[in-house]
């Protein structure tokens, strides 16, 4: 009998086989294989079948949604903007006290702190400055002729249409592909008025930029602001709240009640069902009046536990793994002690705001600025020096540690000193100048030849 159509022999199979190993052989040839195990052949090492399936693009509405409605993202988007605003900075030099003042007035910290969090959240935002030059806002900013900035509005990237934008698009000038005029919605008593600014009059917040090789597949606003923070981190806040999810409803069925019923087969069969429904109702009636079931002969009630073992762990995992995604660690984004090898979370907190003041300085220093050199030129005096003030707190040990080491540093440098006097290297009167310290009229012997 012949073989049918289209089968093969044993050894074809055979040779086959051994041609497609050779062949994924030598596609993995630059990783670890071993046939006999079947790593890094295709047919037989399920890893090599594991691959990234692609990202969800995060809508306006979603983003908005999730900001309002889950505190986690909430927490997530506005811990960052917190921390890179939370000890502000200080003014030296030129008109640091008027400027003070001026951002006090004017509520900077408070407005920067919004842009941050809209830019995190929609990818993007503005900060519109209120600068009096007699000109409308769609006019270039004279800073020769700023009177007075009277307001600082912040407006999110969801209000404004980047197709009604200008953008320039002569390769020579140096705002070449930046928009220079915007096209913004303001809402004044829910009325909605559009605008245009000149980009002199406003300060935009960017996020992190898309890929190139994906600026094809997203929105025109994303290609121009940038990526939501919430988007590389969607799938891990979806696995630990599904996971949340379904622990609340095993806590719903955390008890299971089970009635052993004599001859419920019986009245099943038989349209006895609305019997069986009352002596259930009649169980349950006496167990919450007495606290106890009242049963008849051949009658059982027991009850069985849902298993709760390996879930706080799993939820840890799930934890430390957004933890991870975020650059955030577990005490600041859920407020809770550290675990493991790091008792005190120390390092973390630190390196965290390494990650902050990097941020502080990338995308906060140049727009502090640029209102910074605005107001000097309204109030006509010398932009002061801005620097951000350190993130880290230090305990009340830590300070009286510092305290004792400037003490222990001061008394060293204080007997070096009276050692150099001793030998006669230095004189008094040279260091308590060195010090500022008041210095006497120390009589000198006169000269030969002077008058007494």
Known sequence: MGRPKGALNKATLEKMERKDSITLDKVSMDGWSNFMAGIGNMRKDKTQHTMYAGY?????????????GEGLANRIISSVADDMTREWGTLEGGGAEVIEQELIRLEAESKYNEALKWQRLFGGSLLMIGAMD???????????????????????????????????????????????????????????????????RVIPFYNDPIPPYLRGQVDSHVKHWGLSSLQPIYESIRDL??????????????????????????????????????????????KSTINAVILGENEEYTRDYASLAGLPEMIDRFMLQLSGSTGIPVTRLFGRAPAGLNATGENDLRNYYDIIEANQRNRLFTPINTLIGILSAANNVKPPKFTFNSLYQMTELEYAEKAKLEAETEKIKAETEHVYV????????????????????IPTEPEEGDDE
């Not at 900035?149 to 020579?172: H, Q, S, W």
């Not at 030998?423 to 009229?441: F, H, L, N, P, Y």
Request: hydrophobic share 35%; aromatic share 6%.
């Open 241 to 286: 709240g599904g996971i949340n999810q379904s622990v609340a409803n095993i806590l719903y069925e955390f008890i299971i009640g089970k009635i052993k019923v004599e001859r419920l087969g019986e009245m099943l069969a038989s349209g006895k069902e609305g019997l069986l429904t009352k002596r259930m109702e009649l169980i349950n009636a006496t």
């Open 422 to 441: 001793t030998m006669g290297t230095r004189e008094s009167s040279e260091i308590r100048k060195e010090k500022g310290w008041a210095v006497e009229d």
């Open 56 to 68: 969800t693009p995060l809508d306006d509405q979603t983003l908005a949604e999730i900001y309002a």
């Open 134 to 200: 007699g000109q409308k806002p769609d006019k270039p900013l004279n800073l020769a002729k700023v009177r007075k900035v009277e307001y600082l509005k912040v407006i999110a990237r969801t209000d404004i249409p980047i197709g009604e934008c200008v953008f320039e698009t002569n390769p020579e000038s140096p705002d070449f592909g930046k928009i220079v005029l915007y096209k913004v919605n303001m809402y004044v008593k829910d009325k909605q008025i559009p605008m245009l600014i000149h980009h002199s």
